[in-house]
């Protein structure tokens, strides 16, 4: 157990539609970041916050948010849903904001979109 | 543009044999190199990291590293797998310069037979 925690974990919707997935990090950690995992393109970065604020960005479509909000928990909303938007997504968190900080990881959230 | 390349998408070994997941990478800059594992249905566990210093870095369950500059490679080896290492592993890279983000390997499956 990484001590990050993920809900739900899983999702089914349809096309079209909006969803929220929710993330909060393991004690301390200020960090947070989201992945993509599907089977054509891999495991993805997506974007990252630190204590609040955007760190870095991946390859996010604009259909996709996030936040972090004060209480260091993150969701990352996925609207207007394609059939191509299925995939695994996870959460990470780590202490600082910077790449060579430990990232540890979420047991996901499985998106499926019929 | 910063790549990591896992040639073999999956290695099949027999128990008890030794073991080497190649992974390479392209950076123009110097780079920090992760090593992840993913068992079935988890998130992604921190086997192993190199930052700086001894180009050999060990890890947990026994599995290393050696980090070769020349060859741009990061190579993960394990002398004896077990059963249980049969699992997906991921390696990471990411740039010193200023980028907070990990480009992630399309990742190399391990399946070790009794």
Not at chain 1, 33 to 60: P, T
Request: aromatic share 12%; net charge negative; with cysteine.
């Amino acid at each position: 157990d990484s001590g990050v925690t993920q809900t739900p974990k899983h999702l089914i919707t349809a096309t079209g539609q909006r969803v929220t997935l929710r993330c909060s990090p393991r004690s301390g950690d200020l960090s947070v970041y989201w992945y993509q995992q599907s089977l054509d393109q891999g495991l993805q970065f997506l974007i990252q916050y630190y204590n609040g604020e955007e760190r870095a960005k991946g390859n996010i479509l604009e259909r996709f948010s996030a936040q972090q909000f004060p209480d260091l928990h993150s969701e990352l909303n996925l609207s207007s849903l394609e059939l191509g938007d299925s995939a695994l997504y996870f959460c990470a968190s780590s202490v600082e904001e910077w790449g060579t900080d430990t990232q540890y990881f979420g047991p996901g959230t499985r998106l499926t979109v019929l | 543009a910063q790549s990591v390349t896992q040639l073999d998408s999956q290695v099949p070994v027999f128990e008890e044999a030794p073991v080497e997941l190649r992974c390479n990478y392209s950076s123009s800059v110097s780079v920090y190199l992760f090593w992840y594992v993913q068992y079935p249905n988890q998130g992604l566990q921190l086997l192993l990291k190199y930052l700086s210093g001894s180009t050999l870095v060990k890890g947990i369950n026994g599995f290393e590293a050696e980090f070769n500059k020349s060859q741009t490679s990061f190579h993960l080896r394990k002398p004896s797998v077990h059963i249980s290492d049969t699992a997906e592993y991921f390696c990471a890279a990411g740039r010193l310069d200023s980028s907070y983000k990990l480009i992630f390997g399309s990742g190399t499956r391990l399946l070790v037979r009794p």
